[in-house]
């Protein structure tokens, strides 16, 4: 809750800005790394992650589309970076690992599944549920 709390209040702006200051790193905001570097390593000390699997939990706690993909072309992680973050945060009981139709990805919170037809992507119900609502269209790829 603390983490959503954090992007909620002033970080917001930040993050929805991130990557496009042309003084500043460039990339997407849907990177946590970047639009939110404090709060990374805040959930990396907490839970003895990484700060690349903080990351990746970080997306899957507070976006709708965190497809294998989408999370690639957000954070430029290569294939052998993003297989070592997953590994380890699947090692532990914040994420479950397992296949849903849709998806896109194989790790998920340990929560409901609501499994939404076509346009919208299916999606966890624990992740983000006060930024979004079942009617609200979400880029799958």
């Known amino acids: 809750m603390r983490a959503l709390r954090t992007v909620l209040d002033d970080e917001l702006a930040r993050a ?4 496009t200051d042309p003084e500043g790193p460039a990339g ?3 990177d946590p790394a970047l639009s939110v570097p404090g709060l990374v390593t805040e959930v990396a000390e907490a839970h003895g992650l990484s700060e690349d699997a903080a990351v990746l939990y970080l997306q ?4 709708p589309d965190p497809t294998d993909r989408n999370r690639a072309r957000w954070t430029g992680w290569k294939p052998a970076r993003a297989k070592k973050a997953r590994t380890e945060l699947a090692a532990t009981g914040l994420v479950v690992e397992a296949k849903r139709a849709r998806a896109g990805r194989t790790l998920f919170l340990p929560c409901g599944w609501l499994d939404l037809k076509s346009p919208p992507c ?3 119900s624990g992740s983000a549920d006060s930024t979004r609502s079942r009617s609200t269209p979400a880029r799958c790829r």
Not at 16 to 19: N, Q, R, S
Not at 60 to 63: D, P
Request: aromatic share 14%.
């Open 60 to 63: 899957l706690l507070a976006l």
């Open 28 to 30: 997407y905001a849907q």
């Open 16 to 19: 929805l800005t991130a990557g």
């Open 122 to 124: 299916p999606w966890s």
